[in-house]
């Protein structure tokens, strides 16, 4: 029998042999010794395969595109439903893509966790979701990686998906990195439309921003305009 569940470990899938290995984990703590060994041997032969099998996914990986990697990251471990929502939220939907309106949009609020200031709720779900898929995507830049955990750590792993930008003291604005929009689209999570509306939201940036700087000039221009003296004044 342990010969034969040797045998089909190449046709089960993960969550299978996670299963095997807790029950053969179970049976170690048998009573009859021709069972533990038993046991024994099919979690040795579990353990190689999957350091055989992890090193080849490892490889396999390395020669992929980014865009790739972020549909194998996806495909073996699917959004929950709320992933999917912030996905769904980012690509096409919020008008504004700063980490505060993103968390309003997504009906969370403005919270304030650990101390990171309001949008800390988006920080925190977007960057456990790009934490989760690490392995496969590639690792985080280790300068993002805060020690102690909490949101901004989590919101450093965010960079394996979008490029994170100060709004100016608004927030952070996230951007889907490019790789990761014709990912979502290649898996539905996001319709082409996504491609669209990241130049949509650049051109209105750069509006808004250009409407400040002039704003800013005015004020600026008219600080400097010389007052009038009234008539019989010195």
Same mark, same amino acid.
């Given at each position: 029998?342990?010969?034969?569940?040797?045998?089909?470990?190449?046709?089960?899938?993960?969550? !299978?042999?996670?299963?095997?290995? /807790?029950?053969?984990?179970?049976? #170690?703590?048998?009573?009859?010794?021709? %069972?533990?060994? *038993? $046991?024994?041997?099919?979690?040795?032969?579990?353990?190689?395969? !999957?350091?055989?099998?992890?090193? /080849?996914?490892?490889?396999?990986? #390395?020669?992929?595109?980014?865009?790739? %990697?972020?549909? *194998? $990251?996806?495909?073996?471990?699917?959004?929950?439903?709320?992933?999917?929502?912030?996905?769904?939220?980012?690509?096409?939907?919020?008008?504004?893509?700063?980490?505060?309106?993103?968390?309003?949009?997504?009906?969370?609020?403005?919270?304030?966790?650990?101390?990171?200031?309001?949008?800390?709720?988006?920080?925190?779900?977007?960057?456990?979701?790009?934490?989760?898929?690490?392995?496969?995507?590639?690792?985080?830049?280790?300068?993002?990686?805060?020690?102690?955990?909490?949101?901004?750590?989590?919101?450093?792993?965010?960079?394996?998906?979008?490029?994170?930008?100060?709004?100016?003291?608004?927030?952070?604005?996230?951007?889907?990195?490019?790789?990761?929009?014709?990912?979502?689209?290649?898996?539905?999570?996001?319709?082409?439309?996504?491609?669209?509306?990241?130049?949509?939201?650049?051109?209105?940036?750069?509006?808004?921003?250009?409407?400040?700087?002039?704003?800013?000039?005015?004020?600026?221009?008219?600080?400097?305009?010389?007052?009038?003296?009234?008539?019989?004044?010195?």
């Amino acid at each position: 029998m342990t010969n034969k569940l040797i045998a089909s470990l190449p046709t089960r899938s993960v969550a !299978e042999r996670q299963k095997m290995r /807790a029950n053969a984990e179970r049976v #170690l703590q048998s009573a009859d010794a021709a %069972r533990r060994d *038993a $046991a024994q041997e099919f979690l040795d032969a579990l353990n190689a395969f !999957e350091k055989s099998a992890t090193e /080849a996914d490892t490889q396999a990986l #390395l020669d992929m595109s980014l865009k790739d %990697r972020i549909v *194998a $990251a996806f495909t073996r471990e699917p959004p929950t439903e709320t992933e999917a929502k912030m996905i769904k939220v980012l690509g096409e939907e919020a008008t504004h893509v700063e980490n505060v309106s993103l968390a309003q949009v997504m009906g969370w609020g403005i919270e304030l966790p650990l101390g990171e200031g309001a949008g800390g709720s988006w920080n925190l779900h977007f960057g456990k979701m790009c934490r989760r898929r690490e392995a496969f995507i590639h690792p985080a830049p280790s300068q993002y990686k805060s020690r102690g955990g909490g949101s901004a750590s989590e919101r450093h792993y965010s960079a394996l998906l979008a490029d994170l930008v100060d709004a100016d003291g608004k927030g952070i604005e996230y951007r889907f990195k490019p790789e990761a929009v014709e990912a979502f689209i290649e898996l539905g999570l996001l319709s082409a439309r996504a491609r669209s509306r990241a130049d949509e939201r650049q051109t209105e940036r750069d509006a808004w921003r250009k409407a400040i700087r002039q704003q800013v000039e005015e004020s600026i221009a008219a600080c400097m305009t010389p007052t009038a003296l009234p008539e019989g004044g010195q």
